[in-house]
């Protein structure tokens, strides 16, 4: 089981830039998938990015990539999204996610598990 906290949100201006942390905590944090999704106001969960356990593979939402970065550092226990250029269509809580220990499947952007509580990301205009 793991446990994951997320910080680094808050208000920002059009165009500027954020980093978001999760950090896991738990059994062997390094052996899950990671993930992270936004949910925007009267809209559905979506998928952001994730970066997997085993080769360290990065996946990205296509309306968002060469925009978002997710990154690991396993020392830390810690991944990050670094986001870049934002506008207030990405206004959303932004939670982070992990699914395994050792996950084998091929989805990326399904699956998870293990949820934080989310931090709330204002892209103001």
Known sequence: Q???????????????????????????????????????????????AAFTWSGGRTYYADSLKGRFTISRDHAKNTVYLQMNSLNPEDTAVYYCAAKGPYYTGTSYYTGYTYWGQGTQVTVSS
């Open 2 to 48: 793991v446990q994951l906290v997320e910080s680094g949100g808050g208000l920002v201006q059009a165009g500027g830039s954020l980093r978001l942390s999760c950090a896991a905590s738990g059994r062997a944090p390094s052996s899950y998938d990671m993930g992270w999704f936004r949910q925007a106001p009267g809209k559905e969960r979506e998928f952001v």
